[in-house]
């Protein structure tokens, strides 16, 4: 295994997905000692503990190898999915859908093909509650408004 692909199997939490919201399973893995000293300065930099931020990194990569497309990035509100390559978060493709109600008429919006929007609406179903929450915070919607 490369010390790169030994680093990627460290990666998996986005602030949605806390450990306080679901059942914990213990994962272990050992990496080069540059990584881990990389790893301690960026948790460190986070304000958080090396083992909170390998857990978020477990998450988001466990992730984003399931959901091809799917990326997570820092915001106003913690940490959200989005399109990789695109600044548009999983909410607002979600908002575009729901007003348009066509996965044609969505990427028709965004200028992307269809395959993208599929993308990102199936990252959606299997998330949907980050998705809504992510949408509140972001526009400061009440969540008893849905």
Known sequence: MTTLAALRILTFVHSVHTLED???AYVSGRVPARYERLVTKQARAARTSKSDLVARYVIEKSLETEFPGISFRDSLSGRE???TGHRVAV???VAVHKETQSVEKTASHFRW???LVKRVLAYAKAF???IHSARDEETGTASAAR
């Open 113 to 115: 093909p269809r395959v």
């Open 22 to 24: 679901m059942r914990s």
């Open 91 to 93: 909410w607002e493709v």
């Open 128 to 130: 949907p509650e980050e």
């Open 81 to 83: 999915a989005y399109l």
